[in-house]
């Protein structure tokens, strides 16, 4: 893992490669023409990477991650300008035509992307899809590039390989499909093989698997990994060494315990603040980053990150720091490790100091509102379910549509919120989460139980009746970008509400400077578009909207998955510091256990239609009682290598079953690990009888036959 | 499979069979049978007109649903009525679908064909020159009705084809044949394609420009795609790439353009029949209005509802082919 | 275009920078693209021509110079005579003057009403979907060209308002399938949802939110409507089931001049020549809209999304 590396050198100049790397990137920069001038992506990356490494790089988005390894696939479009040095196994590829270049690509060097489902070509076989990556650098017959596509696909863990490779890949679930773009990537023993957010899309359970599968093809072809990400945990439990990129640049490089435990640079120190803990019971505040990452356009001079960072000198401004060593001992010289760097102009005070995260960014941690000091059987409940049921009928075909069957999308859910109170709604995509907040925000009757709001229910509600509770009832969705209308300015967008109750013009204009000082935004903001602010910025308009009219419930859909890193904290922040404000309640729906652990009182656990597990936040994560709640903890990454290290993963098998036909008795125990450890006697229960929540104790129920408590974190 | 497309298959026949009844009521009420004897010289009497009128089922003064009601039994019986000329509507119409569908045939295959071939060139060699000058000529032919087209070419055929390459095919702008033609199987048949050229030409030049545009845009779109790269990161060189990943799934949006070209494709037909003096059903069509005969129009009517119902179903099977996200297993 | 796409994708966060105004950035796109540019001067061009050129001849359309019939271009009459003496270039610009006033207004209200019926469908859903898209289909087996056709007889001598109107009626279906399909994407957008969750009512929202919101495709669809009103209009016209006599388009005079286009070709050249140059500056001008307003997203993409 050491490895021997001349010192940084600025961009352009040749050095000679380092013996023994198989991939080095050195002084990388791209740049691309665009409508506002030129964008310049990338701006002096620079690593090497021994045999078997695995290296992660993390960066938000237009960090210049993804661009970087894509130059070196040779995959960026003929309108980018690249320049410096990419060396594979000493071999220089800038320059290099498309047929010398795609000679390497699949052989030497392999790429998995991001979005398995627009990654593979729809019209083909998965089987066909590998075969060919195997024919186009070997020269074997058609039916022995098959028989190897069919072993690659085993080795991936997919099940009947065989039968599975004469499938399309819209007939593969998300997870499959990227154990199909490993198998391709892995086809011909690669050296290399560039990750680009390989798990991205993916839900947390599948992650785990696919990470699993990543670590099963390093081991079968000795290849090393450079694994792009966003996710801080995902890199910290599978990467050797960790590069952070901000601007184009990387700003930090070190080892993961480095990085995680050391970091230098405030970015990093700020990235890894901001990051609420699942692992940790008492609240910890979370350290919000101000501001955006800056335009690649024209970017002004000296630390892309000093109109960020609350440790800038006048420095900062003028003079953009360069990659230096952090310890003074390991100064830079030939034959020396890279050892841990960081661009900073402070980073010697940081390391003195040992400041931490909470030292340079201001972290505030809001209260309850004061209704929560009651007792909860005291308060009323703003929201009521009980056996709630939703179904679908399944369509199939475009062309030739037809009913085949009926999904069970929420099959009998009960829950209530009470005042003042946060109540999470998790599980993976499929699990019926979305459904129940839709039955509950059309406020229509119900196919099957009740759902009350505010005490009234919905049943047999008017139009003036559902009018009345629409006012008390407001919602965020998850994508800023697409929850506000492009061609309304921010004003007519908070105050498109206040307007459909009769709210006189002069009030609106009123509380639409109100409200945008409620989420910390200016009035001189009222007049712009949306498109003229940021991710964060216009989940805080989004957010404004729905505290438009004073709800007293308000549903929050994934409210914060879609932002950067940086920027979640600030939103999360700002929710719990409204409601303690305006002592609202929240449905908090998510599938990031974390921000629900942080943010959330009670928290109710979705598997296929159904509440597997409810109940005390912290109960449910410290002594998790249904398999299902054990197997989504434990496979959430932990920004905490150390803690990775020694974790042991319950790793479920296969994908979620189609609520179309669900399994009789206990939806999970296909897939439960304990199912799977039960006598012939006992698991004949779990096939024959469906659980119901039953107690574990004040406010904590699991809905499992031979429910065990089992500590995961 | 077989069950929805049955399915699919009498969908379009309950619209057909509304369309026509449409058609046949639009007609009947429009066209007026009775001014063309009512014209005469000597004016035939009233009573004999009514009876002629009444005999073709053509009365203005029965009521239109009474008349529809007996042009749909005779329809079911396989009997479509008679022209003005008395003759059987079905006779004639034999003859001229087959003129009509030799035109149409070699209009869709060709234009089809040329087309997405143009826009496959054009795409890949995007800004090029050669992309530029297909798109330049898409867009002119795009912009010019297909009757001007046919004059243009008639013009351009006398006056400088015929006229300056004399050794060359002659090239004839009027029938599908020259009649007292004898000889050989191969003279005749030269006639023929010496008949067939310009009005061929004239609906296939509209067809290419339509497709090649919109098989350039697909193709663009899949250039972008995710897959592509893939297949190059995998090793393949990107004009391999392009050509075995990326057409086969830029075609599948061709599928539904067949489907609404060819409506597009009847219009022009008709034009290119009356221009070059074919007689087909186009032709036929555009004189029965004039002579307000009904029962030929309602003909008419039938003939291009059912194709483009057979043109909607052939996109159908089409798409289903190209694309296996929508075939049924 | 490309360019553009890959640094949005390569470079989401771009916006965040320089601001430029929606309306400057399709202005400036729009000026790049010299032909598109081209097509709008032309256009405009042949608008001015049409409604003034009239005046700067002293022959009226209709006016008969006998001692001059069936005279080549000259410095009297600038595009010649015809059979019976009439000064083609005044004949030609009524022509142009009809083809062009009646292809804005068919384009107009069909892709207005493409618009209302296609969002309709496409917001309400249910049974109003169903009868809507079933009266597309309906409409669609039949080409419109016989059904105007059909119908000619019941407009001679009436106004040609009622020939715009009956074009327009069949001409606006497969926007409004396009338009649909826009709506279903757009119905599933959270804004349009925030909305309904809100109150607001399904009137206000198609009109304030989905109709808005797709503008830039109508825009460009009204604009290669006006081509194809010019063109279904002339075909028409051609074969007498158009404009009538002893008013002119400039498919009647084409229809007028094709019986002697050998000996007499101008009689029907000029009226061809300024009807591929109209419709053609149209198609580039449309052309050249949908790069500026919408890069991302060809009307292939859009179509191929309705079916």
Redesign the interface.
């Given at each position: 893992m050491t490895l021997d590396l001349p010192a940084e050198t600025p961009t352009g100049r040749v050095v000679p490669g380092t013996p023994g790397a198989v991939l080095e990137v050195r002084g990388l920069t791209v740049s691309?023409?665009?409508?506002?001038?030129t964008?310049t992506?990338v701006r002096g990356v620079s690593f090497a990477l021994s045999p078997g490494e695995v290296l992660g790089i993390v960066g938000e988005?237009?960090s210049g991650k993804?661009?970087s390894s894509l130059a070196v696939m040779g995959l960026l479009?003929s309108?980018a300008r690249i320049s410096g040095s990419i060396r594979f196994q000493g071999k220089e590829l800038l320059g290099l035509g498309d047929r010398e270049f795609s000679e390497l690509r699949g052989e030497g060097m392999s790429m998995v992307f991001q979005d398995p489902l627009s990654a593979l070509t729809p019209v083909y076989t998965v089987g066909d899809q590998i075969a060919e990556a195997v024919r186009i650098h070997r020269d074997v017959g058609k039916d022995e590039a098959k028989r190897k596509a069919v072993e690659l696909l085993e080795l991936v863990g997919i099940p009947n390989a065989k039968e599975r490779s004469r499938a399309f890949p819209h007939e593969f679930s998300g997870g499959m499909r990227q154990r199909v773009m490993i198998a391709m990537a892995i086809a011909n023993d690669p050296d290399v093989i560039i990750a680009d957010e390989p798990t991205t899309a993916l839900d947390v359970t599948v992650q785990a698997q696919i990470l699993e599968v990543l670590g099963t093809a390093q081991e079968a072809t000795g290849a090393a990994i450079v694994m792009i990400t966003h996710d801080l945990g995902v890199i910290a439990g599978f990467a050797d060494r960790v590069m952070v990129m901000y601007a184009g640049r990387p700003v930090e490089t070190g080892t993961v315990d480095d990085i995680f435990y050391r970091p230098r640079m405030p970015y990093t120190l700020g990235l890894l603040g901001s990051l609420p803990r699942l692992d940790r019971a008492e609240r910890q505040p979370l350290t919000p980053v101000d501001g955006?990452?800056?335009?690649?356009?024209?970017l002004p001079p000296g630390c892309p990150f000093a109109p960020r960072c609350p440790m800038r000198l006048s420095v900062c401004l003028e003079l953009e720091p360069d990659l230096d060593p952090v310890r003074s001992g390991d100064t830079p010289g030939p034959g020396l490790h890279p050892g841990h760097r960081a661009a900073c102009h402070r980073h010697r005070e940081i390391e003195e100091q040992g400041l931490t995260a909470t030292d340079v960014f201001p972290a505030q941690l809001a209260g309850e509102p004061p209704v929560a000091r009651r007792p909860r059987e005291s308060r009323t409940a703003v929201l009521d379910v009980e056996g709630l049921v939703r179904r679908f009928p399944l369509t199939r075909g475009?062309?030739f549509r037809r009913t085949v069957g009926t999904v069970h999308a929420v099959d009998g859910i009960t829950f209530d919120i009470r005042e003042g109170e946060t109540l999470a709604l998790v599980g993976e995509s499929g699990c019926g989460k979305t459904t129940t907040i839709n039955e509950i925000?059309?406020l229509a009757r119900p196919q099957e139980g009740r759902v009350a709001v505010l005490g009234r229910e919905t049943t047999g509600l008017d139009r003036g009746g559902?009018?009345e509770i629409?006012?008390d009832?407001?919602?965020v969705?998850?994508?800023p970008m697409?929850?506000?209308?492009?061609?309304?300015p921010v004003a007519d967008i908070l105050a498109?509400?206040l307007k459909?109750?009769g709210v006189p013009r002069e009030k609106r204009a009123a509380r639409v400077r109100e409200l945008l000082r409620l989420v910390g935004l200016g009035p001189e903001h009222a007049s712009r578009?949306p498109?003229?602010f940021?991710g964060g910025q216009r989940q805080r308009i989004?957010i404004a909207?729905a505290l438009a009219?004073e709800p007293k419930l308000v549903v929050l859909d994934e409210p914060v998955s879609a932002l950067d890193v940086s920027i979640r904290a600030g939103v999360i922040n700002l929710l719990e510091q409204l409601r303690e404000k305006l002592s609202l309640s929240y449905l908090f729906v998510a599938h990031d256990l974390s921000v629900v652990r942080h943010i959330a009182n009670r928290v109710a656990v979705m598997y296929l239609g159904r509440i597997v597990e409810i109940g005390d936040v912290n109960k449910v994560f410290e002594t998790p009682a249904h398999p299902y709640t054990q197997a989504l903890l434990s496979a959430i990454p932990l920004p905490d290598p150390r803690k990775e290290r020694e974790r042991r993963r319950v790793v479920l098998e296969g994908d979620l079953p189609s609520p179309a036909d669900p399994p009789s008795g206990c939806r999970f125990r296909t897939r439960c690990p304990l199912f799977a450890t039960l006598a012939p006697d006992k698991a004949q229960r779990c096939i024959d009888e469906e659980p119901a929540v039953a107690s574990q104790g004040p406010d904590h129920g699991a809905a499992c036959h031979y429910a065990e408590v089992k500590t995961v974190l | 499979m077989l069950k929805f497309l049955l399915r699919r298959f009498a969908n379009y026949l309950v619209?057909?069979a509304?369309?026509t009844t449409?058609?046949y009521f639009?007609?009947a009420t429009?066209?007026?049978a009775r001014a063309n004897y009512e014209g005469r010289n000597p004016r035939p009497s009233q009573t004999s007109i009514d009876a002629k009128l009444n005999e073709l089922n053509l009365n203005n003064h029965t009521p239109v649903v009474k008349r529809f009601t007996r042009w749909a039994g005779d329809f079911v019986r396989g009997d479509m009525g008679k022209t003005f000329d008395e003759r059987p509507v079905w006779g004639e119409m034999k003859q001229r679908m087959g003129v009509s569908l030799r035109l149409l045939l070699l209009g869709s295959l060709f234009g089809a064909a040329l087309g997405v071939a143009m826009g496959v060139i054009g795409a890949v060699k995007?800004y090029s020159f050669t992309d530029h000058f297909t798109t330049a000529w898409a867009?002119?032919l795009?912009?010019?009705?297909?009757?001007?087209l046919a004059?243009?070419l008639?013009?351009g055929a006398?006056?400088y084809w015929n006229a300056h390459v004399p050794d060359s095919v002659h090239l004839y702008y009027v029938g599908e044949k020259n009649p007292g033609l004898t000889g050989t199987s191969f003279v005749l048949l030269r006639d023929r394609i010496a008949h067939l050229i310009l009005p061929t030409l004239g609906i296939v030049l509209g067809q290419v420009a339509f497709y090649s545009r919109?098989q350039r845009?697909?193709f663009?779109?899949v250039m972008?795609s995710d897959f592509l790269r893939t297949a190059q990161a995998k090793g393949l060189r990107r004009r391999t790439a392009l050509i075995k990943h990326g057409l086969r799934t830029a075609l599948?949006?061709m599928a539904?353009?067949f489907a609404?070209s060819f409506?597009l494709l009847?219009?022009g037909a008709?034009?290119t029949e009356?221009?070059f003096g074919w007689h087909g059903m186009g032709e036929w069509?555009?004189d029965s209005?004039?002579k307000?005969d009904i029962n030929v129009?309602a003909a008419?009517?039938v003939f291009?509802?059912v194709l483009?119902?057979i043109a909607g179903l052939i996109a159908d099977l089409l798409?289903a082919a190209l694309d296996p996200r929508v075939r049924i297993r | 275009m490309?360019?553009?796409?890959?640094?949005?994708v390569?470079?989401?966060?771009?916006?965040?920078?320089?601001?430029?105004s929606?309306g400057r950035?399709v202005w400036?796109?729009f000026l790049r693209r010299k032909s598109a540019v081209a097509g709008g001067v032309i256009l405009i061009a042949l608008f001015v021509v049409a409604f003034a050129g009239p005046h700067l001849t002293r022959w009226q359309y209709l006016d008969q110079d006998l001692s001059n019939a069936l005279q080549g271009p000259s410095g009297n009459h600038w595009f010649g005579t015809t059979q019976i003496g009439q000064d083609v270039f005044a004949r030609t610009m009524r022509g142009l003057q009809k083809s062009l006033v009646i292809g804005l207004l068919t384009a107009f209200f069909s892709t207005g009403t493409a618009a209302v019926v296609g969002a309709s469908a496409g917001y309400f859903g249910g049974w109003v979907d169903r009868v809507l898209m079933w009266i597309v289909?309906?409409l669609?087996?039949?080409?419109s060209?016989?059904?105007i056709?059909?119908?000619?007889?019941?407009f001679r001598g009436k106004t040609w308002l009622l020939f715009v109107v009956l074009l327009a009626a069949f001409s606006w279906m497969?926007t409004a399938r396009i338009v649909r399909g826009l709506t279903l994407s757009l119905r599933e957008?959270?804004?349009i949802?925030?909305?309904r969750?809100?109150?607001?009512?399904s009137r206000t929202i198609i009109f304030?939110?989905l109709l808005?919101?797709m503008?830039s495709f109508l825009i460009i669809d009204a604009t290669l409507n006006v081509?194809g009103a010019i063109?279904a209009e002339?075909?028409l016209s051609?074969?007498?089931?158009g404009v009538q006599p002893p008013d002119v388009s400039l498919?009647t005079l084409?229809?007028d001049g094709?019986p002697s286009?050998?000996t007499y070709?101008w009689l029907?050249l000029f009226a061809?020549g300024l009807?591929?140059v109209a419709?053609?500056a149209?198609?580039?001008m449309g052309?050249g809209l949908r790069d500026a307003l919408d890069p991302n997203s060809?009307?292939?993409?859009a179509?191929?999304r309705t079916?």
């Open positions: 691309f023409p665009s409508e506002s001038g964008v992506a988005s237009g993804s661009v479009p309108t955006n990452p800056p335009s690649l356009v024209d475009a062309v925000l059309t559902r009018r629409r006012r009832l407001s919602v969705f998850q994508d697409a929850s506000l209308d492009p061609r309304l498109e509400g459909t109750y578009y498109a003229e940021s989004c909207r009219l | 619209l057909v509304l369309a449409m058609g639009l007609a429009s066209l007026n995007q867009f002119v795009l912009s010019t009705p297909v009757f001007l004059v243009l008639k013009f006398v006056k919109y845009n697909s663009l779109d972008g599948i949006p539904t353009f609404y409506g009847l219009t008709t034009f009356k221009i069509f555009i209005i004039a307000n129009v008419v009517i291009s509802a483009i119902l798409y | 490309e360019v553009l796409r890959e640094a949005e390569l470079d989401p966060d771009h916006e965040t920078g320089e601001i430029i929606r950035l400036r796109r289909d309906l669609l087996v039949l080409p060209f016989l059904i056709a059909i119908l000619s007889p019941q497969i957008r959270e804004f949802q925030a909305a969750f809100m109150g607001v009512p304030r939110h808005p919101n503008s081509g063109l002339s075909g051609f074969f007498g089931f498919g084409i229809a094709t286009f050998l070709p029907f061809g009807l591929i419709v053609l149209v198609n580039v052309d060809s009307a292939v993409k179509r191929t079916k």
